[in-house]
């Protein structure tokens, strides 16, 4: 299994898969019983129709995707997999008032070792290096921000040189907790009014998960004046005269 995070995987999967896979069945996607089969993956070698479909996907459904593609490949060929890289950044940030640092990372597949990269975008300025540091600052306003990092890789295959880009932007978010006049739902989201679905919601000492459309359905009021928190990040009190 490569360390590559999951649709970063399953991308890199199919684009080689539609690559190798037409040479490897020796001209069988030419009978027409496969027709489908062979539309398929013709659409797959377009990139652009690539991202929309990983762009829907959840991480755990990517990978999961990827490991049934991986095994289906291997009972009919070899996996001829292309020398690939990515950076390995969370999708997504949670942020309070001040700026954040998060390490990041390369992952390839297919590389000789010893491989470097030089870094730009939201990135402390180094020494070409495997690793980073990410710079994020607070989104400001109502406005939804990303912070873009890319990574151009200097490496060699098989003794052969190469270059290659790996690109990676992780979403910023700055939580925001809505509470309904009788004090028993919750709706977590971000600056832009973005719902913060399956996310760590605090309220007070007590934890909860938000569910769909960023809700949490309490039985009984909460107080008024505790904390609230988004994934550990404050997000105001309960307003309301406290007791």
């Not at 990978?63 to 095994?71: H, M, N, P, R, Y």
Request: charged share 25%; aromatic share 2%; net charge neutral.
């Amino acid at each position: 299994m490569s360390g590559l995070p999951p649709r970063q995987r399953l991308g890199h999967l199919l684009r080689s898969l539609s690559k190798h896979l037409p040479g490897q069945l020796d001209g069988l996607l030419l009978n027409a019983r496969f027709t489908d089969g062979a539309a398929a993956l013709q659409r797959l070698s377009d990139p652009a129709h690539l991202e929309r479909a990983l762009v829907r996907m959840s991480p755990e459904e990517a990978g999961w995707l990827a490991d049934v593609l991986t095994e289906r490949w291997r009972q009919v060929a070899d996996l001829q997999l292309e020398p690939e890289v990515a950076i390995v950044a969370p999708d997504e940030l949670w942020m309070g008032a001040e700026p954040v640092r998060v390490p990041l990372s390369l992952a390839a597949v297919g590389l000789d070792d010893g491989f470097e990269a030089l870094w730009e975008g939201a990135v402390s300025q180094a020494a070409p290096s495997p690793r980073a540091t990410l710079l994020a600052k607070p989104p400001e306003g109502t406005t939804p921000e990303v912070a873009r990092v890319r990574a151009q890789v200097r490496a060699s295959v098989k003794g052969q040189r190469c270059v290659l880009v790996a690109q990676a932007q992780v979403v910023l978010r700055r939580p925001s907790v809505v509470v309904s006049d009788d004090r028993r739902r919750f709706l977590a989201q971000d600056q832009a009014g973005r719902p913060a679905v399956g996310c760590r919601l605090e309220i007070g000492t007590d934890v909860h998960v938000t569910g769909p459309g960023g809700l949490v359905d309490l039985e009984a009021p909460a107080s008024p004046g505790l904390l609230l928190k988004v994934e550990g990040i404050p997000a105001g009190r309960i307003p309301g005269p406290r007791p």
